[in-house]
Structure formats: structure tokens, C-alpha cells
């Protein structure tokens, strides 16, 4: 079986969380997915601080390190570059690998700016490689339950929509200026990080959205100067130098989709109490359904004609997509990592096929028309039209 298999080699871009995280699901999808058609070789892995490297080739087994990220690009036995540095520098990182015919995996936001990801996505499919998001959530068992609830219409006609993205990761003032509040390096603020997953989600449920109405904030203005090597989840002290954030922290929006229904989305990044609340409501004519990521592997149905009256709450298991490649039986639990490596799987699966994958850079584009029209309401305090701003060529 193996024989028949495609290698694909990796490189990765950046090792911080995400980069580590890919990393170890390459690692892992040879002991998850026995049917798969590929196998993954984890080639090189560059990031900017040396300690971090060496520590990827000898734990993780790199067979190179670098710290400089075209030495990625240029390997001749890298396939799939996963770029995980960085927002501001995911644009010259994923079209240089593009143009170097590399497949590209990106964390999102593909570009810091909707710009930026219009730009990257040109490249790419001038380029005509296969691309790839990480909009991980999408790949959640009772994620693609509920998908499957909304398509075969057992919730009867969508009305209305509830997303939102509540963290705590910027609460404390005293959190360090990092570069995600830094506009040169993060671009925007959670319009362009957390809220993204709330309405691709939102796309990928319920369908386009026509027009949007929206609203952001600064909630912390100042904030104690970063340390060397420090992240955003690091701490300054009382009286440490401070610098001012770049970036909205708050973004509230109310939505029309073109099928009609009505929705609304919040994200937060200094919100105090929900510590990474990714969640969605959807009601239709015929029932309704709760996830939120918290508790991932529960499920809130509500069907009419159900003689309880209430919702049933449903828990993650073998019955449902991928969960049972991780353990089987029902309401044993799978993890945030285990949806990044469902994400790897699927993306490598394509790229072993030679098909697009979704989501790709187009559907990050689509969030981009989205955030693009939000930005503009913000400013204009009116209700703004949703329109694409790819390259129709």
C-alpha cells in the first residue's frame, strides 16, 4: 500500500504554535488515517529565532532548519510550503512559494489587509497551485454534522444566524504589544483574525452574505512594550513602557445573506469570560442547532415536532466525520489539535489528488469582500453593499 502512495514533502514557515502544530499533524497522519494516499516528509522548517529551529529538527525531525525562509522555498524536495509566520508577511512568503510552483497551506488571515490576501490569491492561481486556509474549524465532526443537518433541509428554510468569536487573549491590559496589535505586522485587528472564522463558517452553513452593517473598537488603547521573544499571551508589569494598539479589538456586524436570512456576528479579543468561545446558532423553519467550541464535542439540536419541546444535546463520536480516526465509541472527546490535523489531512488528500482544495484562497477571498464592506460601514455608518473584490480574470 505504501508503494503506492504519494510523498509530499513540507516545509514550514514560522514555528510558534501553529507551526508546531501543523507539524506534529504531519507527524500524525500516518497513524490516524491508514487509507490515506499520500505520505508526508517533513523536509525544512525556518523561523527567525535559531533556538526554535534546531529544536524542530531534532524533536520534531526536520531533516533541515533555517532561518531564513527562502532557503524553504527554493528546497527542490519541498511540494507544500504551510506558512504559519507572521500575518504581514504571509503576502511575499505565499507568492514567492507560488511562483517557485509550491503548493501553498496558509494560516489565516491569508493577508493581514483584505489587499493583501486579493493579491495572494491572484499569484496563486496565476501560478496554478493548489491552496489551502486554516480555517480549521470547519473540520469539527459535529461542525460537518450540522452542515449536513442545514443541506439535507432537516432545519426547513434558514432564517437567522448568531456567530461569534469571544476570547480572552487580550483582556489583561497588562498583555504585551505584540505584533497582532501592531497594524504593520498584524494588519487588522480581529476583523482580520478570530472574526474570520465566525463568518466562513457563517459561508460554508448558510451561504454569501449581500450586505452588512458594522461597527469596531479599541477597547485597550496602550499597551506595555513586547520582550524578545515574547508572545501575546505574555505579561508586562505596572509602570513598564507602553505603546499604543494599532487595531480594533471589538467588531459587531448585522448581516443579510442573499438567501434572505438575517444574521448577526460579534468578535472579541478583551472580552472577559469566554476564554475561546467560536460559536454559531442556526434556526430554520423546521428546528435549530447551538455549537460552540468550548464544548466542541456537543451538539444542541432542536427539531420541531420532537414531543420534549427542547433541545437534545448531542456528543461527538464515531458516527460522525473523522471523529472515530481518533477514538472510537461515543461522547469520547477529541481535541483543538486533532481539528488541525483533520485540516492537514483533507489539504494534503487534495493536493495528492491534484484538485483545489476548499477552503482555498478564493473562499479566503470571500471573507475579504465580506471584512472589506464591514471596514467601509464602520467608517460610513450605513449599510454596505458585499461586493467581491477578486481579479474576475
Same mark, same amino acid.
Given at each position: 500500500?505504501?508503494?503506492?502512495?504519494?510523498?509530499?514533502?513540507?516545509?514550514?514557515?514560522?514555528?510558534?504554535?501553529?507551526?508546531?502544530?501543523?507539524?506534529?499533524?504531519?507527524?500524525?497522519?500516518?497513524?490516524?488515517?491508514?487509507?490515506?494516499?499520500?505520505?508526508?516528509?517533513?523536509?525544512?522548517?525556518?523561523?527567525?529565532?535559531?533556538?526554535?529551529?534546531?529544536?524542530?529538527?531534532?524533536?520534531?525531525?526536520?531533516?533541515?532548519?533555517?532561518?531564513?525562509?527562502?532557503?524553504?522555498?527554493?528546497?527542490?524536495?519541498?511540494?507544500?510550503?504551510?506558512?504559519?509566520?507572521?500575518?504581514?508577511?504571509?503576502?511575499?512568503?505565499a507568492?514567492?512559494?507560488?511562483?517557485?510552483?509550491?503548493?501553498v497551506?496558509?494560516?489565516?488571515?491569508?493577508? &493581514?489587509? =483584505?489587499?493583501? @490576501? *486579493?493579491?495572494? !490569491?491572484?499569484?496563486?492561481? /496565476?501560478?496554478? +497551485?493548489?491552496?489551502?486556509?486554516?480555517?480549521?474549524?470547519?473540520?469539527?465532526?459535529?461542525v460537518?454534522?450540522?452542515?449536513?443537518?442545514?443541506?439535507?433541509?432537516?432545519?426547513?428554510?434558514?432564517?437567522?444566524?448568531?456567530g461569534?468569536?469571544f476570547?480572552?487573549?487580550?483582556?489583561?491590559?497588562?498583555?504585551?504589544?505584540?505584533?497582532?496589535?501592531?497594524?504593520?505586522?498584524?494588519?487588522?485587528?480581529?476583523?482580520?483574525?478570530?472574526?474570520?472564522?465566525?463568518?466562513?463558517?457563517?459561508?460554508?452553513?448558510?451561504?454569501?452574505?449581500?450586505?452588512?452593517?458594522?461597527?469596531?473598537?479599541?477597547?485597550?488603547?496602550?499597551?506595555?512594550?513586547?520582550?524578545?521573544?515574547?508572545?501575546?499571551?505574555?505579561?508586562?508589569?505596572? &509602570?513598564? =513602557?507602553t505603546? @499604543? *494598539?494599532?487595531? !480594533?479589538?471589538?467588531?459587531? /456586524?448585522?448581516? +443579510?445573506?442573499?438567501?434572505?436570512?438575517?444574521?448577526?456576528?460579534?468578535?472579541?479579543?478583551?472580552?472577559?469570560?469566554?476564554?475561546?468561545?467560536?460559536?454559531?446558532?442556526?434556526?430554520?423553519?423546521?428546528?435549530?442547532?447551538?455549537?460552540?467550541?468550548?464544548?466542541?464535542?456537543?451538539?444542541?439540536?432542536?427539531?420541531?415536532?420532537?414531543?420534549?419541546?427542547?433541545?437534545?444535546?448531542?456528543?461527538?463520536?464515531?458516527?460522525?466525520?473523522?471523529?472515530?480516526?481518533?477514538?472510537?465509541?461515543?461522547?469520547?472527546?477529541?481535541?483543538?489539535?486533532?481539528?488541525?490535523?483533520?485540516?492537514?489531512?483533507?489539504?494534503?488528500?487534495?493536493?495528492?489528488?491534484?484538485?483545489?482544495?476548499?477552503?482555498?484562497?478564493?473562499?479566503?477571498?470571500?471573507?475579504?469582500?465580506?471584512?472589506?464592506?464591514l471596514?467601509?460601514?464602520?467608517?460610513?455608518?450605513?449599510?454596505e453593499?458585499?461586493?467581491?473584490?477578486?481579479?474576475?480574470?
Amino acid at each position: 500500500m505504501s508503494s503506492e502512495r504519494t510523498k509530499i514533502g513540507i516545509g514550514v514557515i514560522g514555528f510558534g504554535w501553529m507551526g508546531q502544530a501543523h507539524s506534529r499533524s504531519y507527524l500524525r497522519i500516518p497513524t490516524l488515517f491508514p487509507d490515506r494516499t499520500f505520505d508526508p516528509e517533513l523536509v525544512i522548517i525556518s523561523d527567525s529565532v535559531a533556538d526554535r529551529v534546531d529544536g524542530a529538527v531534532a524533536d520534531f525531525g526536520f531533516r533541515e532548519g533555517t532561518t531564513d525562509w527562502n532557503d524553504v522555498i527554493a528546497h527542490p524536495d519541498v511540494d507544500v510550503v504551510c506558512v504559519c509566520a507572521p500575518n504581514m508577511l504571509h503576502e511575499p512568503i505565499a507568492i514567492a512559494a507560488a511562483q517557485a510552483n509550491k503548493h501553498v497551506f496558509c494560516e489565516k488571515p491569508v493577508g &493581514g489587509t =483584505p489587499d493583501q @490576501t *486579493v493579491r495572494v !490569491e491572484a499569484a496563486s492561481r /496565476a501560478a496554478g +497551485v493548489i491552496t489551502g486556509v486554516g480555517y480549521n474549524y470547519r473540520w469539527a465532526p459535529l461542525v460537518q454534522y450540522a452542515k449536513g443537518l442545514v443541506e439535507a433541509g432537516t432545519l426547513g428554510q434558514i432564517t437567522n444566524y448568531r456567530g461569534r468569536f469571544f476570547s480572552m487573549y487580550g483582556s489583561d491590559p497588562m498583555g504585551l504589544l505584540s505584533w497582532r496589535f501592531m497594524l504593520g505586522e498584524a494588519g487588522h485587528g480581529v476583523s482580520s483574525d478570530i472574526l474570520s472564522h465566525s463568518i466562513d463558517l457563517a459561508h460554508m452553513l448558510v451561504g454569501p452574505i449581500a450586505k452588512v452593517v458594522g461597527t469596531g473598537h479599541t477597547q485597550i488603547p496602550e499597551r506595555p512594550l513586547p520582550k524578545p521573544g515574547g508572545t501575546h499571551y505574555d505579561l508586562g508589569q505596572p &509602570g513598564d =513602557p507602553t505603546g @499604543t *494598539v494599532e487595531n !480594533e479589538d471589538y467588531f459587531g /456586524a448585522m448581516v +443579510v445573506f442573499e438567501n434572505g436570512a438575517r444574521g448577526v456576528f460579534e468578535a472579541s479579543r478583551t472580552i472577559v469570560g469566554p476564554e475561546s468561545q467560536c460559536a454559531f446558532e442556526i434556526y430554520g423553519t423546521l428546528g435549530s442547532v447551538r455549537w460552540n467550541l468550548e464544548t466542541m464535542n456537543e451538539l444542541d439540536v432542536f427539531l420541531v415536532g420532537d414531543e420534549a419541546r427542547g433541545y437534545t444535546k448531542v456528543f461527538g463520536g464515531d458516527r460522525y466525520p473523522y471523529h472515530g480516526n481518533f477514538v472510537p465509541g461515543d461522547a469520547n472527546s477529541i481535541g483543538y489539535e486533532d481539528l488541525k490535523t483533520i485540516e492537514d489531512f483533507e489539504f494534503l488528500s487534495s493536493v495528492a489528488a491534484g484538485r483545489q482544495h476548499n477552503p482555498g484562497f478564493a473562499e479566503a477571498v470571500d471573507y475579504v469582500s465580506v471584512q472589506a464592506a464591514l471596514l467601509k460601514s464602520w467608517e460610513s455608518e450605513k449599510w454596505e453593499p458585499v461586493i467581491g473584490i477578486g481579479d474576475p480574470a
